[in-house]
């Protein structure tokens, strides 16, 4: 804009007729206003109503029309191919996709038909809504949601004169059998959902299949481990040797995965952890006890363990004490001792449950 407020390009300025004729320019100084605001404002109605092409040319409706059902056509094709797919393609057929390799070929075919059917039915009901459904809106008046008072007195006479004419308050027999047969019929749906739970777990979630003169073995390899073997600042994810002879591996070896560590004797803090290991080597168990997650990164400068889930940190030199993050129970030590060989093997079971806590936790 010049000095004399004129705007390049013939844009229409404040105060003059036309759009924005009632805006103030905020770089011309301070600006007078009248004070207050009018006590109603007026409606601005709406806007003219455009037009669409559909709306004025049949045969650009019927375009429209045959757009949407090319689009509604492309779902119910993505639809079929995904089904077909389905049982058509191995599992564990591959393929190579450019741009991504070697990939799954079934994960792709039904991932792909999949987001061409909703693909199509999303864009193909947009495109209708937009070409082909009426557009002009529509204005509700707004009403007060309170009733009148005559009316909320009304209904709650007719509830008392239908309360009395029903005779409950007379019939004290159908008041009580009525009672009785409401609060019965609940019992069906809570019977089937606790019958369904299955067999109560017992003390399956408190044991482990650790036991004294068990083998501490290394997990993948399940070899032997001998005290001599940790070292100061080592870690050693392990198991008991027994788990070879598990008949559900998965369980097993989900509660019984160990965490062993060397540290020097005297950075242990707690009489019991020195105790319970052997020369510095402790074993404690792998599961957090917050939501049952593996702690999987052991600190070999500050003896830290931590969970990388939810970020529980556990001080080894105190007996696994919780010292960050969510969880509230140190981690279970596994006691153990060395066999005539030199191997490490377990002194006793753990002596509480593993993981995280449950009801029926001792």
């Known amino acids: ?101 070697d990939a799954n070929l079934s994960n792709v075919v039904l991932g792909v038909s999949l987001a061409f059917g909703l693909l199509g039915i999303g864009v193909g009901a947009v495109h209708w809504a937009k070409t082909l459904m009426p557009d002009e809106e529509v204005v509700e008046e707004r009403h007060p949601l309170r009733s009148s008072d005559e009316a909320r007195g009304g209904f709650v006479k007719t509830m008392m004169t239908g309360g009395t004419e029903a005779q409950l308050s007379r019939r004290p027999l159908i008041k009580y059998s009525l009672g009785g047969a409401l609060g019965l019929f609940a019992l069906p749906v809570v019977i089937q959902v606790v019958g369904s739970l299955g067999p109560l777990p017992k003390d399956e979630l408190s044991k482990t299949m650790w ?42 070896k989900a ?62 030199t105190q007996d696994c004490k919780v010292i960050f993050g969510p969880a509230k129970r140190p981690l279970p030590q596994l006691k153990i001792t060395v066999d005539a060989e030199g191997y490490l093997v377990a002194d006793a079971p753990f002596r509480e449950a593993v993981g995280p806590s449950f009801w029926e936790r001792g």
């Open 1 to 101: 804009m010049n000095e004399h407020g004129t705007e390049h390009g013939g844009q229409v300025q404040p105060g003059t007729e036309g759009y924005g004729s009632s805006a103030v320019r905020l770089d011309q100084g301070h600006v007078q206003g009248t004070g207050g605001l009018p006590e109603r404002f007026e409606d601005p109605g709406f806007p003219p109503h455009i037009h669409r092409a559909a709306d004025l040319d049949e045969a650009a409706a019927k375009r429209a029309e045959k757009q949407v059902a090319t689009l509604f056509g492309l779902s119910i094709l993505g639809t079929l191919i995904f089904i077909v797919a389905y049982f058509a393609i191995p599992m564990d057929a591959s393929a190579y996709i450019p741009g991504i390799g």
């Open 211 to 252: 036991k004294k003169g068990d083998r501490l073995v290394r997990d993948p390899e399940h070899t032997p481990i001998k005290a001599t073997d940790v070292t100061i600042g080592s870690v050693f994810h392990v198991l008991p040797e027994s788990i070879k002879d598990s008949t559900h591996v998965l369980e097993d």
């Open 255 to 316: 509660k019984a995965a160990v965490l062993l560590m060397r540290l020097e004797p005297e950075a242990i803090k707690v009489a019991k952890e020195r105790d319970w290991g052997h020369e510095g080597i402790v074993a404690y168990s792998k599961i957090c006890t917050h939501v049952g997650c593996p702690v999987g990164l052991y600190e070999q400068q500050t003896h830290h363990l931590l969970c990388p889930c939810h970020q529980s940190t556990f001080d080894v």
